[in-house]
């Protein structure tokens, strides 16, 4: 089993920043790529940075230059810290890996995890 926990949302003034977190843990072989994801009331869920095992990193428009990911590889970690937030940023952020899991004492196919999410709320 492969769980990815998040942490770090909350509440925050417009112009404010806040970090987020998300650990992976469990059976893991290796991690490739670890994506941010956040859903608003209402809308569907998007794409909010992209790091890949070869450290390429992709933004949704709404959020470069304001926002950055990065990877502790040793810990299976990602973090996201974002920075002069809007209040168009208030959702639900969710951690996303793609793993390969150690299944049986082998390494298994590749699979993508979710975490259970946090929230952001970004006041005007």
């Known amino acids: 089993q492969v769980q990815l926990v998040e942490s770090g949302g909350g509440l925050v003034q417009a112009g404010g920043s806040l970090r987020l977190s998300c650990a992976a843990s469990?059976?893991?072989?290796?991690?490739?790529?670890m994506t941010w994801y956040r859903q608003a009331p209402g809308r569907q869920r998007e794409l909010v940075a992209k790091?890949?095992?070869?450290?390429?990193?992709n933004y949704a428009d709404s959020v470069k230059g304001r926002f950055t990911i990065s990877r502790d590889n040793a810990k299976d970690m990602v973090y996201l810290q974002m920075n002069s937030l809007k209040p168009d940023d208030t959702a639900v952020y969710y951690c996303?890996?793609?793993?390969?899991?150690?299944?049986?004492?082998?390494?298994?196919?590749?699979?993508?995890?979710w975490g259970q999410g946090t929230q952001v709320t970004v006041s005007s």
């Open positions: 996303n890996a793609d793993v390969f899991p150690v299944e049986n004492g082998h390494v298994g196919v590749l699979n993508d995890y």
């Open positions: 469990g059976s893991i072989f290796s991690i490739a790529g």
């Open positions: 790091l890949t095992g070869g450290a390429i990193t």
